[in-house]
């Protein structure tokens, strides 16, 4: 049923618009290409997953939408605006570009001097955010995301599920266009798994837009519109959920999706 | 032999309540000093400018490998025959800055360099300056971090403030000096000095681990954060209908 709901939003928003837009994206790190004149786009309410082996360029691809990497080649659009462009930054704001783009980690990267809730107030209040109406999101965010009851810990008092949502609460502090997932469960148990997926499941419903790396096939295939296979710096192949993760049409991702003993 | 106390230590009290204070201005001011100074070495290291680091390493290394007695008699004396005549206070000061600020910027060095790089990347991916950065997510950290080294730097800087005796500066070690070359009772003068300066170092050092033990579990020290978190536990109880019924622990 969740499902249904996650894919009937992008025609309910009505739009076709897209939120981040790549085009001929290339990136090397010391003479090896892990990006290899890359397309994505990622439209407005529509939810992407980049799905592949690890080390195979899926985290340097997302980080190249909020250019924590710069880009070698190409073209970045974010929310309209090229941000990037043959090698050369052309955003003139980047605080700017990463408020609208929210991210959240594999390992969280909370801040650990301070509180949960802090956290969560932090960018807001650099970014301008008058100090009562910032901590009134604060407070709304955590309990959205279920640990309104832990807001004044610190994180290490945090189990990993609690820190992953806390995470997620600070990225949408900023109300951003769209949110950025980079294996936002591999460094979870199980239990904690199950805790931040369904934090994202009800954010899918809301009609967030987001693009996520993930190898958690069946979330990916529950929520996504549109889910890309990368491999080698390259996209292999990208199309409806369904259609690459159940009836591959490369033998490339065939292998990969036996490796993860996916028969169905 | 004679009793082991025979000097008339009531005549003396308003001195050493002198000295004593003079002990402490020196550590206060020079520690101070010695922060400001490390940390802007620290900062200078992990410069992008590769002349920055060298002029930084360079400062280090020579101010780390000199003693302190030789820095103290360069800038009294050493500085004076050159022609810059600096008053005692003033030249002790800067002697105990220039050393302690070199130890103190390896400290503050690794500290901001322990700080995870991840913490640096949350703070970009939300939008935060490079400014706001620092100042809110790795300095507060390295703070941390640094805590236990610098609070053993400033005991070891107030009980160096004994080795301005060789200037005259008027601390504790040179009062006891004057009282000894009154008196001549050395063991019970010094013995007496040595107690002042364990009375005035002990308690500091435990009061500084407490404080190390204070921020490690992230009591909320300025009134400003004190603010804001009461303000959020306000928020957090307002909420009528919580799904679990959660207690607030009040701190």
């Known amino acids: ?264 | 032999m004679s009793g082991l106390f025979e000097v008339p230590w009531s005549d003396y009290r308003p001195d050493l309540i002198d000295a004593l204070g003079r002990t402490v201005s020196y550590t206060v001011v020079s520690f101070s000093g010695a922060v400001l100074l490390g940390l802007a070495v620290a900062l200078l290291r992990l410069s992008r400018a590769w002349p920055a680091r060298a002029l930084a390493a360079v400062y280090t290394e020579v101010f780390k490998n000199v003693p302190l007695l030789a820095i103290i008699f360069l800038t009294y004396f050493g500085l004076a025959s050159a022609g810059i005549r600096l008053d005692v206070f003033t030249a002790g000061c800067l002697s105990l800055v220039v050393f302690y600020a070199a130890y103190l910027s390896e400290i503050f060095r690794a500290a901001i360099s322990g700080v995870h790089a991840g913490q640096t990347e949350a703070g970009e991916a939300l939008g935060v300056g490079r400014t706001g950065i620092f100042g809110h997510i790795v300095l507060p950290q390295a703070l941390r971090l640094a805590l236990p080294g610098t609070n053993t730097m400033l005991v070891d800087l107030l009980k160096s403030t004994s080795l301005l005796v060789t200037v005259s500066a008027a601390e504790l070690m040179s009062e006891g000096r004057l009282i000894t070359s009154a008196t001549f009772r050395a063991l019970e003068v010094y013995l007496v000095i040595a107690a002042i300066y364990f009375a005035l170092c002990y308690p500091l050092s435990q009061l500084l681990l407490l404080l190390e033990r204070k921020v490690r579990s992230g009591v909320p020290l300025s009134p400003w954060r004190r603010r804001r978190l009461r303000a959020a536990r306000a928020l957090l109880a307002a909420e009528p209908a919580a799904a679990v019924p959660v207690k607030e622990v009040s701190a």
């Open chain 1, 1 to 264: 049923m969740t499902e249904s709901v996650a894919s009937a939003t992008p025609a309910a928003r009505g739009s076709s618009q897209a939120v981040i837009r790549i085009e001929g994206l290339c990136k090397s790190f010391d003479g090896r290409l892990v990006l290899d004149r890359v397309n994505l786009e990622v439209g407005r309410g529509s939810i992407v997953s980049v799905i592949g082996q690890s080390g195979g360029g899926k985290t340097t691809l997302m980080r190249c939408v909020n250019l924590l990497e710069r880009p070698d080649q190409g073209t970045v659009e974010v929310a309209g605006e090229t941000v990037h462009q043959g090698g050369r930054m052309v955003c003139r704001d980047l605080p700017r570009l990463r408020r609208t783009v929210g991210m959240v980690f594999q390992r969280f990267h909370l801040f650990p001097h301070l509180t949960a809730v802090e956290n969560v107030v932090l960018a807001q209040r650099k970014a301008g955010v008058p100090e009562a109406q910032a901590l009134e999101r604060a407070v709304a965010l955590l309990r959205r995301v279920g640990v309104a009851h832990r807001a004044l810990a610190q994180p290490e008092q945090l189990s990993g599920g609690e820190q992953q949502r806390v995470a997620i609460a600070r990225a949408l502090a900023l109300r951003p266009e769209v949110l950025l997932f980079d294996e936002p469960t591999s460094s979870l148990d199980p239990e904690a798994t199950r805790e931040v997926l369904s934090v994202m499941r009800e954010l899918a419903a809301d009609g967030m837009t987001m693009l996520l790396v993930t190898h958690e096939l069946p979330f990916a295939r529950e929520v996504s519109d549109h889910v890309v296979f990368v491999d080698g710096g390259r996209i292999v192949e990208e199309g409806r959920p369904e259609d690459v993760l159940d009836t591959p049409a490369e033998a490339r991702t065939r292998e990969f999706l036996a490796s993860y003993g996916n028969a169905s």
